[in-house]
């Protein structure tokens, strides 16, 4: 099961400029990527949510491979017997730049990042558009 994940491709996406993903999650170990959700185009476009192998939470945005949105927690999240309630939103259609990337950890605004890079107002993410996505890998 180290390896198994649930595959889903939507008939047709959205516009990509608004989404929310909410999950309950517990960490099954420490240390190497741990990807929650990810949408894989290629190397050049990429949504991807989870635990880096530092064990802090990335919520990172690839276009034309460029990085045009990443949300790196400065907090780690080691407890392997804790589940957390992980909300992400996208909304790029938001005027505060600092608002279009938004991470919360049990009902709480996640607000000090290591990386705090903020995505273009009205740039479309690459999750939720008709190409398959990766959840709990």
């Known amino acids: 099961m180290a390896n198994t994940y649930l595959t ?75 589940y957390y309630h992980l909300v992400v939103v996208w909304d790029t259609t938001n005027g505060t730049a600092g608002d279009r990337m938004k991470l919360y950890v049990n009902g709480v605004e996640e607000t000090s990042f290591a990386t705090d890079t903020n995505p273009s107002s009205g740039l479309a993410s690459t999750w939720g558009n008709a190409n398959p996505m990766e959840i709990a890998r």
């Open 8 to 82: 889903r491709t939507f008939v047709s996406g959205g516009s990509g400029t608004t989404w929310t993903f909410s999950a309950w999650v517990k960490r099954s170990g420490l240390g190497g990527e741990q990807p929650i959700f990810s949408r894989y185009q290629s190397s050049s476009y990429q949504t991807f949510f989870g635990f880096a192998g530092s064990n802090q939470l990335v919520f990172k945005q690839v276009n034309a491979g460029s990085t045009t949105g990443n949300l790196t927690t400065n907090r780690l999240f080691t407890d392997i017997t804790a």
